[in-house]
């Protein structure tokens, strides 16, 4: 579904990722792992087209994304959702998850069937429609984020870590999501500092380090490795 080749990419002519290869598998849930400055983040916003590979390519299916625009990829069918803080806090529900549909905007009957498709999914969007995004809990603008970037059934999610700043229960709410996510088809790419939680909720996991994929298995092989289990779980509260 997604392959990264030879990628080099980073800011301001300095490079994050060093070489990254990467292949992630059709309809899966990827997390991605590793210490801060790894590149987790710099993942996702090379795949979406956020930024440019210096070298290397990215690759939808047989088709290369890395010289595409933002929107470009955007319309293939990739989406991000980013950390926190994208709803416009002055308008609706509704209207915020209208706003994911802007390529489509001009098409008003498939607009309202892929509104009513996400409202479906995520039952706040269908029972709060008229609610200011700015009102809402944590967990519950998150889940507007999650529905917004499935207004253009997109077949790839970027989830930049998905559960920050969320109590238990929203947690539990955002994990339900991604797993109905991967129930109707769609491949998830997230990154997730809990690394329990973001093994749990995964099929796949990569664990990067300097800019490289140091590990790539599935996410009960990446559980059960000794070596990442001392340095990644075995840190953490059991609950945690």
Not at 97 to 103: A, E, K
Not at 121 to 144: F, T
Not at 163 to 186: F, H, Q, T, Y
Not at 206 to 230: C, D, F, K, Q, W
Request: glycine share 12%.
């Amino acid at each position: 579904m997604l392959t990264l080749d030879g990628v080099y990419a980073g800011y301001g002519g300095g490079d994050v990722l060093q070489g990254l290869d990467l292949s992630v598998v059709p309809e899966s849930v990827t997390c991605v792992l590793g210490p801060n400055g790894a590149g987790k983040s710099t993942v996702l916003r090379v795949v979406s087209g956020l930024i440019k590979p210096r070298q290397g390519t990215v690759s939808l299916g047989e088709e290369r994304i890395d010289r595409l625009s933002a929107p470009e990829v955007l319309a293939k069918g990739v989406a991000q959702v980013p950390q926190a803080g994208a709803l416009f806090p002055r308008m609706s529900v509704r209207e915020n998850v209208l706003m994911g549909g802007y390529l489509i905007r001009r098409q008003r009957k498939l607009l309202e069937e892929r509104y009513s498709a996400v409202a479906e999914l995520i039952p706040l969007i269908a029972e709060r429609p008229n609610a200011p995004a700015g009102n809402l809990s944590g967990g519950q603008r998150r889940m507007v984020e999650i529905g917004r970037s499935l207004m253009l059934d997109p077949a790839v999610v970027l989830l930049d870590e998905p559960s920050l700043g969320l109590d238990p229960k929203s947690i539990a709410a955002v994990a339900g999501l991604i797993n109905g996510m991967r129930e109707r088809g769609k491949t998830v790419v997230l990154v997730e500092q809990n690394v329990r939680l973001g093994l749990s909720l995964s099929t796949h996991g990569v664990v990067m380090e300097g800019g490289r994929v140091r590990l790539l298995g599935t996410a009960e092989e990446i559980t059960n490795h000794p070596e990442i289990a001392s340095l990644y779980l075995g840190a953490l509260e059991p609950n945690s």
